[in-house]
């Protein structure tokens, strides 16, 4: 029980980000390998903020922060190589990745540091004991991906984003901005990431330069497995991997091959499934 | 083969690199002891030379991106230590023994590149990005927690030691191995088929290229040379730790690669040359956090690289300001057009216009005798 | 020898649900221009796409000489002689024009040449290539690009680019050309001119064509018999003239 509990919690923090990558991945159709360290920098706002001692003030810095860095890395780094090879922009993403984490290593420092946003406590649940911060995670998250689907569903805004989804070109001769759906989609994949990034620091209080590296490829890897672009997917992706890796931890003699486990999973749904469970297909037009 | 313009230019590379290896080999011969940091640098960068420029075949010529590179070094590196100290009490360790090294290691590391590149085949370009890094991590895992006695567990692997004094030669002669096979893949109709399913995969198929074939051959190649680079790795280093082989360390060679110019392998070589002097150098003037300085600049040069070289926007002034642009003045031949050789680029002598009429004058028939349009081929 | 070059019996494919090609039955003779017309969505791309295997048809087959097709993989449907040119122009871009030709010749069985042998310079890969080099030259040059052939194939100009693509094409050495809207962009005189390089090519190679085209002068012109696609059937079949007065066929066109 425990275990699911912590599965689910952990699933909810990847859902989180898989969402992020989800949005980006299906409107800007590019994989933005700088989503994890995003987190990362969100958890340091939290961090720098928190020496006030209000913690909605240091949620609502890091949300903005991370607002305005993704948003700045969208049109300086990827704005310009819109149009160029994928693989241009693969490895643009890959260099702001190690940017922002030599540059929090150079501003910080390589030691963690440790910040407590809230004391959340626990309860007893049919016999279990539940960590408060797992509920919240996992409602919020919840939460979060009821209203992205609305979102997009009912609102202008959110339709124009499926239009350049499907066909960035029509939906600019429709008199939609392109460039700017793009960006603002760059803005709500990186206040996701923020929340993200409290989540993480409300199971594990502590802030350093590489920690959003691993969860970060780790929650690609379950956006690919809820089928890339969708959004229902990315929450089950989540939550399927947050369960993996807790049912790993659990047992001692496979804990220490739990990354190799997560990433042959990721192997073997793209041989099997490439689209995911959720996702759709895709074929390139002769 | 006649020793044309063209054709001197395509060995200027084994040229420097053999001259450098035949002086260098001839002075240890005769006695000379380099001292320990040369040696080192020498192997470090041939090591780098090869990763450079395998990593390039696939990079660059296939048009794939690779996140695991250092994952197959890994196999390369574990595989041959393990078999090399296996065979240390009965054969010695000597150049036989290396060369057995070197098979067990390049094979090892081939088999992983089929089976990574299998996925590659039905991959699109960035799932397999993450296929490659995911099996970097696997390699990794998996090593890390292998028992102390079969791969040395988290401790690592130790590995016999080699003459030191002859290491960085055969290090060198690796490296005029790796440039031999890849430059002549690359020059050769092998080499037009792969550059063809980079450039455009779906009339690659329709032109009758077999796309897996070469998709698979490339990857393979790539991942066999990156096990020869493990090789040589675990022999410079007398212990392997899988740590070193992570994600950080195929990104440094992906900076290689962008830095030398996608598929311009003498430019990874320098590159990786550069970089690998950097990485010995930096550390002595950035101590302490200023370390880090090193990621920042290797980011900085992957990032101001590739939009440089790939933004649409900036192709007026890439075409105006590039290296062939600059030295044409240097050079100031105007080439007439009826003789220029075949495959030396001329962007801007010949004047195009769009005119059917010519195709409708031209004699079909073939002015040399030895061809013939009839289907099943020449006589 | 079978009757026909090309069969297709009641070739279909169905995109879930979506039949985007029904029941398509097109018989070609040997030598034969041969046009596929229909107004836009009619499925004519889609049949190119199913007759080299770049689709994989839910319904029917298809024989070339007589040699059932279905189910081979695009690159083993060229080397069995069906070559295609595409609407939008597909070229290998970043190589020069002569190599683009050469990539379309090197998989004839009498190009063969090992990876082995190309790695190690075997007498027999500095053969090939200079027969490959030689025979790349007289296709550029029926096609006048001779004097383009080291440039890059993206700084051609349009027209070049389309001339580039049939040469490739041809460079496969089909028994069965398609040419997915090769005057699309042309104007009327260019467009005449293309009718009679099409024939030339038909004469000159021996070959079966099988054209998309929406200029119906050139349709009328150039081909010896028609198919009318609409909605993925067939609306009307044979004899050029006789299947574009079908009133069906006019009604297909202006609605109604």
Request: charged letters at 15%.
């Amino acid at each position: 029980m425990t275990t699911a509990i912590n599965g689910l919690s952990l699933g909810g923090i990847y859902a989180m980000i898989a969402l992020g990558y989800t949005m980006v991945y299906g409107i800007a159709k590019m994989l933005n390998f700088a989503h994890g360290d995003v987190i990362m920098i969100g958890g340091y706002m939290i961090y720098v903020t928190m020496a006030t001692g209000n913690p909605l003030l240091a949620i609502a810095v890091a949300v903005l922060s991370c607002v305005i860095l993704g948003v700045t890395i969208e049109k300086v780094a990827y704005k310009p190589l819109r149009g160029a090879s994928p693989l241009a922009v693969l490895i643009t993403a890959i260099g702001i990745s190690y940017l922002l984490q030599s540059l929090a290593q150079i501003i910080f420092g390589s030691a963690a540091k440790m910040v407590t946003v809230y004391e959340l406590g626990s309860i007893q649940f049919l016999g279990a004991t539940v960590q408060l911060s797992a509920l919240v995670t996992l409602g919020v998250t919840v939460v979060v991906m009821a209203a992205l689907t609305l979102f997009v569903k009912f609102t202008r805004v959110g339709r124009a984003m499926i239009a350049v989804s499907e066909d960035r070109g029509a939906a600019q001769l429709m008199g939609i901005n392109v460039n700017g759906i793009i960006t603002l989609t760059f803005a709500i994949g990186s206040a996701l990431a923020a929340l993200a990034g409290l989540f993480y620091l409300l199971k594990a209080p502590n802030v350093s330069s590489t920690m959003g590296a691993m969860p970060g490829i780790k929650a690609f890897t379950a956006a690919v497995i809820g089928g890339i672009g969708s959004i229902p997917g990315a929450m089950l992706g989540g939550i399927l991997l947050g369960i993996v890796e807790s049912v790993s931890y659990k047992f001692a003699a496979i804990a220490p091959y739990t990354d190799a486990i997560e990433f042959s999973i990721l192997i073997i749904i793209l041989l099997v499934r490439p689209n995911g469970f959720l996702g759709k297909k895709r074929r390139e037009k002769v | 083969m006649k020793l044309g313009k063209i054709k001197v230019k395509h060995y200027v590379n084994y040229a420097a690199i053999g001259a450098l290896t035949l002086v260098m080999g001839i002075m240890t011969l005769a006695g000379n002891k380099f001292d320990n940091s040369t040696l080192f640098l020498m192997e470090k960068m041939s090591i780098s030379i090869i990763l450079a420029v395998s990593l390039s075949l696939v990079v660059g010529f296939l048009g794939e991106l690779s996140l695991g590179h250092a994952g197959f070094m890994c196999v390369g590196a574990y595989l041959s230590g393990k078999v090399a100290s296996l065979l240390e009490p009965t054969m010695g360790n000597g150049p036989l023994t290396l060369l057995i090294a070197l098979l067990v290691g390049a094979g090892a590391a081939a088999a992983c590149g089929i089976v990574i590149g299998i996925p590659a085949l039905r991959l699109r370009g960035d799932y397999l990005a993450i296929v490659t890094l995911a099996f970097g991590e696997i390699v990794k895992s998996l090593f890390q927690n292998s028992s102390d006695e079969t791969f040395g567990g988290s401790l690592g692997l130790s590995t016999p030691r080699y003459d030191k004094n002859y290491l960085f030669l055969y290090g060198f002669i690796l490296v005029l191995i790796t440039l031999f096979v890849v430059q002549n893949l690359m020059r050769s109709k092998h080499g037009r088929a792969i550059t063809a399913i980079r450039d455009n995969e779906i009339a690659a198929r329709a032109t009758g290229t077999n796309v897996t074939k070469y998709k698979l051959l490339a990857f393979t190649l790539s991942a066999a040379f990156a096990g020869i680079a493990g090789v040589l790795y675990s022999y410079s280093n007398y212990t392997v730790q899988s740590m070193k082989f992570g994600y950080n360390y195929s990104i440094e060679i992906l900076v290689m690669v962008v830095l030398g110019g996608m598929g311009n392998i003498n430019g990874a070589i320098i590159s990786a040359a550069l970089i690998t002097y950097l990485n010995t150098q930096l550390p002595t003037i950035l101590t302490g956090d200023l370390a880090v300085l090193q990621n920042l600049l290797y980011a900085i040069i992957l990032i101001v690289i590739v939009i440089y070289n790939n933004a649409p926007a900036l192709k007026g002034f890439r075409d105006k300001y590039n290296f062939k642009a600059l030295t044409r003045k240097l050079r100031k031949k105007e080439v007439d057009p009826a003789h220029v050789k075949d495959d030396e680029a001329k962007w801007d002598v010949v004047p195009t216009k769009i005119d059917m009429d010519e195709i409708l004058s031209v004699d079909m028939t073939p002015q040399d005798p030895n061809i013939t349009w009839k289907r099943g081929g020449d006589k | 020898m079978a009757e026909y070059i090309l069969e297709t019996k009641g070739l279909g494919i169905s995109f879930g649900g979506l039949k985007a090609a029904q029941d398509v039955d097109i018989k070609i003779r040997k030598r034969q221009i041969y046009g596929l017309i229909g107004p836009n969505g009619a499925g004519k791309t889609t049949i190119f796409n199913l007759l080299t295997c770049v689709y994989k048809p839910t319904a029917g087959t298809f024989y070339l000489d007589g040699e059932e097709m279905k189910g081979l993989t695009p690159d083993k449907i060229n080397r069995k002689g069906i070559a295609r040119t595409f609407q939008n122009i597909r070229l290998f871009n970043n190589m020069t024009v002569i190599r683009n030709v050469m990539v379309g010749l090197q998989h004839r069985p009498e190009f063969k040449c090992s990876v082995i042998e190309s790695l190690l310079r075997l007498p027999r890969h500095f053969k090939v290539e200079k027969a490959m080099r030689a025979k790349a030259k007289e296709l550029l040059r029926i096609f006048d690009l001779e004097q383009d052939r080291n440039d890059l194939a993206c700084n051609l100009p349009y027209g070049k680019q389309r001339k580039l693509e049939i040469a490739r094409a041809l460079a496969t050495d089909p028994k069965l050309l398609l040419l997915d809207e090769p005057a699309a962009g042309m104007n009327p005189h260019e467009t005449e001119d293309l009718a009679h390089t099409i024939r030339k090519i038909r004469d000159g190679f021996d070959l079966t064509i099988l054209l998309i085209e929406h200029d119906m002068g050139f349709v009328s012109d150039l081909c010896d018999e028609i198919t009318v696609l609409n909605f993925g059937t067939v609306l009307a079949q044979g004899d050029t003239k006789t299947a574009l007065q079908d009133p069906e066929v006019i009604k297909a066109y202006i609605g109604g």
